[in-house]
């Protein structure tokens, strides 16, 4: 089984490549590019970001581009047959839930991303894409339901990692049920000597990390609050769990919290113990960085309303830490220590029972500003900042005086839009999705990935770039 189904894929896949390269041979070297704006960021043009500067892409010559890859892709997916689940002899005796249904193709993903021409087309390379749309079958029921939609949601660029998943009513022994496992394979990897100490260092971990989390304050009266947050841990051979902050052969956890409404009392459940860290370092980093990014999404999405079915749900940024812990937006994988998620409700869950009703949206000259950090920075990048006033701090390395940490202080104002610019170029590829067609298949889930400017300004990422920002919209009208 696991065979065919690969070679199904695979099949898929080159079909394809086949009708983008061949429609990209067509255009040949003249194809439409995507705006300059779209991806290029403020410090890699150079000069003032107050400059007028010429857009050498367009949005109307770009947009039959979008429309032939998402054709082809629904030619292919519309010639695909689906197959007959098998049925067994005991098939009437085997007792199924209402909604149960046989294994099936369900979906696929498609993977754009942008040259260094600033071209826009399949993504072929191992690297992280600058647009993913998810298709899913139509048919006279929904074929692709919540559980299905939030699980595609979740779809991360990073390697699979073993860690647990926790969310407000996870119990102890579901805790240590999800555990056991972590423990089994760090123990038979070898790379962990002493197992008592490791053992004893994970059960604190995630307590303190859980504690943590669950302590952060998200606001009664925003449509954005504070939904999940994902930290990835290292074990070394001494059973310490310490900060994944770089690439290396160590052993990999993940930690992965999820904010829930609850429906109803609990009973043995763990109680969230705020003195189990300080408020200070990272629990006060995160409190202040998740109260202005919820300040900052509350405005500029209001302002930027998005239609044609498709709804924003969904806000991912990747958070580093400075030199005196405060927490910022991480501008590449190497000061990477983990992300959190922002989701949209109409009625947000009720995070905190106690507290004020009603909080007035603070004024852009209120809200804190936003700190971005950014690894061995580009020379270029620090001229840049200094050419525009954008305020920054730079850390030596004490060798050679090289400089191998900025962190710039980003204005609520400059991030404001340059997230509202990210949804408008969301809403092009939403305008695109959206044009009628007979095929079967239909767009569920459109997520779209930016690197951060030091100005403030989004771009999509380009090939071989990292992802500090992703934004999710998927298809109410499904």
């Known amino acids: 089984m696991k065979k065919s189904g690969t070679f199904l894929l695979g099949t898929l ?34 000069g003032l970001v107050t400059e007028a500067r010429k857009d050498t892409g367009s949005e109307e010559k770009l947009a039959p581009v979008v429309q032939k890859i998402f054709r082809a892709n629904q030619r292919v997916l519309d010639q695909m047959k689906e197959a007959k689940a098998p049925v067994f002899p005991d098939e009437n005796q085997v007792k199924r839930p209402p909604d149960w249904v046989p294994w099936h193709f369900s979906g ?11 071209l826009l087309g ?54 240590d049920r999800q555990l056991e496992p972590v423990m089994q394979i760090a123990t038979a990897s070898g790379k962990v000597k002493n197992i008592p100490a490791f053992r004893t260092n994970m059960q604190r971990t995630v307590g303190e990390l859980r504690s943590m989390v669950q302590s952060i304050e998200s606001r009664h009266d925003s449509r954005w609050w504070f939904s999940k947050s994902r930290f990835d841990c ?46 200070s370092g990272l629990r006060e980093g995160l409190q202040n960085f998740v109260a202005s990014m919820e300040d900052i999404l509350e405005s500029a999405v209001d302002e930027e309303p998005l239609g044609d079915g498709f709804r924003l749900q969904n806000y991912r940024v990747g958070i580093g830490l400075t030199a005196n812990g405060a927490v910022g937006v991480a501008r590449g994988n190497a000061l990477l220590l983990g992300h959190v998620y922002f989701a949209n409700r109409v009625k947000p869950p009720v995070i905190r029972p106690s507290g004020p009703e009603k909080r007035s949206l603070l004024t852009q000259e209120e809200i804190k500003p936003i700190l971005l950090i950014e690894g061995n920075p580009s020379p270029s990048h620090l001229e840049f900042a200094k050419k525009n ?11 050679d005086h090289s400089i191998k940490r900025a962190v710039y202080r980003i204005g609520a104002d400059k991030l404001k839009k340059g997230i509202q610019k990210a949804i408008k170029i969301g809403r092009f590829f939403v305008k695109q999705a959206n044009k009628p067609s ?26 071989g770039g990292a992802v500090a920002i992703e934004l999710n919209f998927f298809n109410e009208r499904f």
């Open 122 to 175: 399949l993504l072929t390379v191992r690297s992280n894409p600058a647009v993913q749309v998810y298709w899913y079958k139509q048919g006279p029921a929904p074929a692709i339901g919540l559980a299905e939609r939030d699980q595609a949601l979740n779809l991360d660029q990073t390697e699979p990692t073993m860690g647990v998943s926790l969310n407000d009513e996870t119990t102890v022994e579901e805790i």
């Open 389 to 399: 006033g954008v305020e920054f701090e730079a850390l030596e390395n004490e060798k």
């Open 13 to 46: 896949a080159f079909l394809l490549i086949i009708f983008n390269f061949s429609a990209s041979a067509r255009e040949g070297a003249d194809s439409p590019k995507v705006p300059d704006s779209w991806y290029r960021l403020d410090e890699d043009i150079g």
């Open 234 to 279: 290292i074990i070394d051979a001494s059973g310490n769990i310490l900060p994944a902050v770089g690439v290396g052969g160590e052993l990999r956890f993940r930690f992965e919290w999820i904010r829930m409404k609850r429906l109803k009392a609990a009973g043995n459940r763990v109680a969230a113990k705020k003195n189990r860290l300080k408020p």
């Open 438 to 463: 007979k095929s079967g298949w239909k767009i569920g889930l459109l997520r779209c990935d930016y690197d951060t400017s030091v100005s403030g300004n989004l771009g999509l990422v380009g090939l």
């Open 108 to 118: 696929f993903a498609t993977d754009m991303g942008i040259t260094f021409q600033g």
